[in-house]
């Protein structure tokens, strides 16, 4: 540790060194001249150990892990707190390349990826190639690691904490938790209501710094829940006594169990519906109600059931077209904007063939409605690019459930800009696989005549035209029990 000791040393009237043996000695600035020390005490006493938080029987923790793995670009630079989220996130960054660390804290789990290679320091643009920390904490292998390696850095807080230096690594990712979130991202993370649960440690200056970053990504992350599951940890406000550590203003993500929250430049409306869809589904009716109380939701704003867990553990899917990266993923209550952004998109001749009309408006009631939709009867899926906190809808697929055909309506629409590159056919490869998963058996679509391109989708996906009742319409159905056997 050099963190505040140093600081300490340097303004004590009296310095006691213990030395010991079993110490590692480290790089950085870690040195006191003898003639800084008044007292020398020579004793060998061997080194408190941290086993590593264990993982197993914690799917909550590893699915926290998993999502915070996914914000994290290859070549970034992160900084982790204490605990088993953060170690959790460690260990699904085995696949990554080029990561740095500029961090208060390194654990076992920073040295093993450091000995696979993951973790290099190639890529840091402040101290490249070189770990920069204050302290260490964990078992005798860690602590063998540091001993006289030159590519780790020991630094006093004051150095490796200073927003300003944590800023100077391009792509910061810091890695934080907290005790409770409320509804406009206000993170309380060292009391429990009046009684202090810990000091407020590095986490204030890492997510300053990771904001001023190039790149740079402040998370905040914890399970939805309380251990036993009774209490909510995204809450409609902030309990009495507690303290905000880190404001609204510094937070771009927070990550829960059930997905990843993006805050930044989200009004407070967006937030709220953010937070409230990756909080746990039994306390979201409540928020939403709370958060009405002071008028920042609508009343036709509505928090229906946003997971598709036919996507997959993490609830959407990575695409890589033309050598850009997107995601596939359920259409969100947060997405209201972002789906008028859509139609406000498309031209006539769009809008056009998609609504066999031209309708000039989407009013904001309207987009909610759209995106209010009950995942578990009906579907709907969207195509979106993502720069930091910045989503973009690229294409939208619906299915509506006919109860009475145990069948579904199909519909699309993409942005011009990327039609023609395959973008209603993977949402319509995923439409059909969770239908069939859904057991109905069938799908039909209504597409205009003129549409060839859309109607060429439909086809290669196995559909059927049939004689439809409307002129310059066709009709296309895929009948999903043929050849299930």
Request: glycine share 8%; with cysteine; charged share 20%.
């Amino acid at each position: 540790s050099v963190d505040v000791v140093a600081a300490a040393a340097k303004s004590a009237k009296t310095v006691i060194a213990q030395v010991n043996p079993n110490m590692p000695v480290t790089y950085g600035q870690s040195f006191l001249h003898t003639n800084q020390i008044n007292y020398f005490w020579e004793h060998a006493a061997p080194l408190p150990e941290l086993p590593p938080p264990s993982l197993e029987n914690s799917k909550i923790i590893e699915r926290i892990g998993q999502y915070i793995a996914l914000l994290v670009d290859n070549g970034s630079t992160l900084q982790i707190g204490v605990g088993t989220i953060c170690a959790a996130a460690l260990r699904y960054l085995s696949n990554h390349k080029d990561l740095g660390i500029h961090s208060e804290l390194i654990t076992d789990d920073v040295m093993h990826l450091m000995l696979k290679g993951v973790i290099n320091n190639r890529k840091k643009t402040f101290h490249p190639n070189k770990i920069v920390t204050s302290f260490c904490m964990g078992s005798k292998a860690l602590y063998d690691f540091v001993d006289h390696n030159p590519h780790v850095g020991f630094y006093p807080s004051e150095y490796v904490n200073s927003p300003a230096n944590v800023a100077r690594n391009d792509k910061l990712i810091a890695i934080n938790s907290a005790i409770e979130v409320d509804l406009t991202g206000q993170i309380v993370s060292d009391s429990i209501g009046h009684q202090f649960y810990s000091g407020i440690g590095g986490q204030v200056d890492f997510s300053r710094g990771a904001s001023l970053s190039k790149g740079g990504k402040p998370v905040i992350a914890l399970p939805s829940t309380t251990q036993d599951g009774k209490v909510s940890r995204i809450v409609p406000f902030i309990r009495e006594g507690a303290g905000v550590v880190t404001t609204r203003g510094h937070v771009h993500y927070v990550v829960t169990e059930f997905g990843v929250a993006s805050l930044r430049g989200k009004s407070i409306r967006e937030r709220a519906m953010e937070l409230i869809r990756v909080a746990h589904p039994k306390f979201r009716s409540h928020l939403l109600q709370e958060v009405r109380k002071h008028y920042w939701v609508p009343h036709y704003q509505q928090q229906t059931p946003v997971d598709v867990p036919e996507l997959g553990d993490i609830g959407f899917k990575k695409l890589k077209i033309n050598n850009e990266s997107f995601d596939l993923r359920p259409l969100y209550p947060s997405d209201e904007r972002r789906l008028q952004e859509f139609f406000y998109s498309h031209t006539k001749e769009t809008l056009q063939l998609r609504y066999n009309a031209v309708p000039t408006t989407m009013t904001r009631e309207k987009s909610c409605t759209l995106v209010s939709v009950d995942q578990s009867k009906d579907l709907a899926l969207c195509i979106v690019h993502q720069k930091g906190s910045a989503v973009q809808i690229q294409a939208v697929g619906r299915y509506y459930y006919i109860e009475s055909q145990n069948s579904c309506e199909v519909a699309f629409v993409t942005r011009e800009k990327y039609q023609g590159r395959g973008m209603a056919g993977k949402l319509l490869d995923e439409m059909i696989r969770i239908a069939r998963e859904r057991g109905l058996d069938s799908m039909q679509a209504y597409v205009l005549a003129a549409n060839k391109p859309m109607l060429s989708v439909f086809e290669r996906g196995g559909f059927k035209r049939l004689p439809s009742e409307e002129p310059g319409e066709a009709l296309l159905k895929l009948d999903l029990k043929e050849g299930s056997e």
